[in-house]
């Protein structure tokens, strides 16, 4: 069985005040079990987060990272990084970053080698545009970024990668996708993860959906026998609805 994780991707919000503000509400209303936790933040809040959710079963992740482990880039963090301020997850692949920051199938793919030798867990982000679903090319689009991004990899690395599932048209819209849709494309995409490393990989790799994910209507997610949790942009920035989707998740 595969335990159910509930992302939160705070996207460019929050300082480190607000971060603060939001962990310790979060600690005190944290009760649900059997649900894997991560909150991904800006890194200036990081490590103020670190601290404050230390000893909770709270993770953190970033939202991005460079793939090399140092070097002259300017602006860039390095997956060691992260490992030091107590990072164990990392969004790779975010479709705002493939829109506004020019990541590319290829970066990706460099991007979760180098999280997978840090020892973070990439959060691989895949899911096509509205006309890319208007023209019928779902499944070609997930089918080529999945593999793309786990491209020579073994398949222990992919079991322990979780994958999110996020249409661009239903981020930040409102306009999310039914949980049937939803669910039909993870089947796809854990079949192309079945052909290329085996069905045991494909059984054990969790893939969550995003795209307008609130407390209302994380229930019928989680109820699809394919869909492993949520990562939330939006519900995920005050803590009381972070823990009802939790919730929501604990109840699969
Ligand atoms: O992009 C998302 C999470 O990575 C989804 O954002 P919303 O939940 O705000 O639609």
């Known amino acids: 069985m595969r335990t159910p994780i509930i992302a939160g991707n705070w996207k460019m919000f929050k300082t480190i005040v607000e971060a603060k503000e939001f962990a310790q509400n979060a600690k005190a209303g944290n009760t649900s079990t059997g649900v894997q936790k991560v909150i ?52 790779i692949g975010h479709s705002e970053r493939r829109q506004y920051f020019n990541e590319t199938d290829e970066t990706v793919n460099k991007k979760v080698v180098a999280a997978l030798k840090a020892d973070l867990v990439p959060i691989v982000c895949v899911g096509e545009s509205l006309e890319q679903r208007e023209a019928g090319e779902t499944s070609d689009i997930v089918r080529t970024q999945t593999e793309a991004a786990f491209s020579g990899l073994t398949p222990a690395q992919v079991a322990g ?56 209507n994380i229930a019928s997610y989680m109820a699809q026998p394919d869909i492993d949790g949520a990562l939330v942009g939006g519900a995920s920035l005050v803590a009381d609805s972070y823990l009802q989707l939790v919730n929501g998740a604990s109840q699969r």
């Not at 103020?48 to 793939?67: K, Y």
């Not at 995409?189 to 959906?209: D, L, N, P």
């Open 40 to 91: 991904c933040a800006p890194f200036t809040a990081l490590p103020a987060l670190s601290a404050e959710l230390a000893g909770t079963d709270i993770a953190l992740g970033a939202q991005n990272m460079h793939f090399e482990e140092q070097g002259a880039f300017t602006g860039e963090i390095s997956p060691s990084m992260l490992k030091e301020i107590g990072v164990s997850y990392v969004i």
């Open 161 to 216: 990668s979780i994958i999110a599932y996020e249409p661009i048209w239903a981020i930040g819209t409102g306009r999310s996708s039914t949980a049937e849709d939803a669910n039909e494309t993870i089947a796809i995409i854990r079949s192309v993860i079945a052909e290329k490393f085996g069905q045991e990989t494909a059984q054990q790799v969790r893939i969550q959906y995003g795209g307008s994910v609130k407390p209302e």
